[in-house]
């Protein structure tokens, strides 16, 4: 499975951004997809996750995002909402098969995407 992800860019507090992955090559419908972050300096961390029919989030952007998915366009969506600059990092799509336990830890997921940058003024 190959993940392109799209729509990151330059953005002030407060506003939204909607970011997208589009993957090709694989069953997409039947994997996991995640969304994970790396903001400078810092170590990737998880974002949002849609498995099966639900969704999890981070605590810091519960309320503000929304993950969704597209099968019919094998895409996974990120709405971004109320925008931080603590939001700034390198966004990454991803997809997998991690038991519900594991929907967090990034090394459940088999393929990535190659990064989108979301910076975030204030």
């Known amino acids: 499975v190959q993940l392109q992800a799209s729509g990151g860019g330059l953005v002030q507090a407060g506003t939204s951004l909607r970011l997208s992955c589009k993957a090709s090559?694989?069953?997409?419908?039947?994997?996991?997809v995640a969304w994970f972050r790396q903001p400078p300096g810092k170590e990737r961390g998880f974002v949002a996750a849609?498995?099966?029919?639900?969704?999890s989030y981070a605590d810091s952007v519960k309320d503000r995002f929304t993950i969704s998915r597209d099968n019919a366009k094998n895409t996974v969506y990120l709405q971004m909402n109320s925008l931080k600059p603590d939001d700034t990092a390198v966004y990454f799509c991803?997809?997998?098969?991690?038991?519900?336990?594991?929907?967090?830890?990034?090394?459940?997921?088999?393929?990535w995407g190659q990064g989108t940058q979301v910076t975030v003024s204030s």
């Open positions: 991803a997809v997998g098969c991690p038991i519900t336990s594991s929907i967090r830890d990034s090394s459940m997921y088999y393929y």
């Open positions: 090559g694989g069953a997409f419908s039947t994997y996991t």
């Open positions: 849609f498995k099966g029919g639900t969704t």
